[in-house]
């Protein structure tokens, strides 16, 4: 199956400071999507992102499938933020990395 | 705007019980998923289910589970014997099409077993 990997495995951000996470996969795929899981356990969807760039307040990702890597940025970073990044990629079914834990210290 | 809903919210179960996790999917959504998190480890595929038909599922989907679209909105996974290894966060998943459209998550349901 595809291999997803995501880094760095741990982030730790004071407020206001601009971040940037790395999604790698190993085989082209249809599809990509970033998460935010909230101290709930909750999954947010971030960006459906198969390629390019999309923006949505302070958080943007870039796509480039050809090389086979996303990137999540996160700027002015706020508690809220805190929680577990995923990447999963899309082939008929997610397949998840096993995520980014961002904290972010006020 | 529509949105995956997942019933119970934390279900407690002793171990050798047989647990029904249920799921309303987006109305118009085609495509359904089951997806489980162990405390700490990464999201994993269970099955998917189209047309009242398993497409995939994964080896962890062994003869313990099962899946059902019971009536024309509700989707549920079906857990028949819990071990204490079922310990997990299940979430499931709807898609207009598949082959790469967006997956929309419920909020999931925690399952304990003891």
């Known amino acids: 199956g595809i291999q997803v990997e995501q880094s760095p495995p741990d982030l730790i951000l004071q407020e206001g400071a601009n971040s940037t996470l790395r999604c790698n996969f190993s085989?082209?795929?249809?599809?990509l999507q970033w998460f935010h899981q909230n101290p709930w356990g909750q999954l947010i969807n971030l960006f459906y992102?198969?390629?390019g760039t999309k923006q949505n307040g302070r958080l943007s990702a870039t796509t480039v499938a050809t090389e086979r890597y996303s990137l999540l940025y996160i700027s002015s970073s706020q508690t809220t933020d805190s929680g577990v990044y995923f990447c999963?990629?899309?082939?008929?079914?997610?397949?998840f990395g096993a995520g980014t834990t961002v904290t972010v210290r006020a | 705007e529509p949105e995956v809903t997942q019933t119970p919210s934390h279900q407690v179960t002793q171990m050798g019980q047989e647990v029904i996790l249920r799921c309303v999917p987006i109305?118009?959504?085609?495509?359904f998923y089951w997806y489980r998190q162990i405390l700490g480890q990464k999201v994993e595929f269970l099955v998917s289910?189209?047309?009242?038909?398993?497409?995939?599922k994964s080896e962890i989907f062994d003869d313990q589970f099962s899946v059902e679209r019971p009536d024309g909105s509700n989707f549920t996974l079906k857990i028949r014997s819990t071990k204490l290894e079922d310990s997990a966060m299940y979430f499931c998943?709807?898609?207009?099409?598949?082959?790469?459209?967006?997956?929309?998550f419920g909020p999931g349901t925690r399952l304990t077993v003891t």
């Open positions: 289910f189209y047309n009242n038909e398993i497409s995939e």
């Open positions: 109305s118009n959504h085609l495509y």
């Open positions: 085989d082209s795929v249809n599809n």
């Open positions: 998943a709807s898609s207009l099409r598949t082959g790469g459209y967006e997956q929309y």
């Open positions: 992102i198969p390629s």
């Open positions: 999963a990629v899309n082939d008929y079914k997610l397949s």
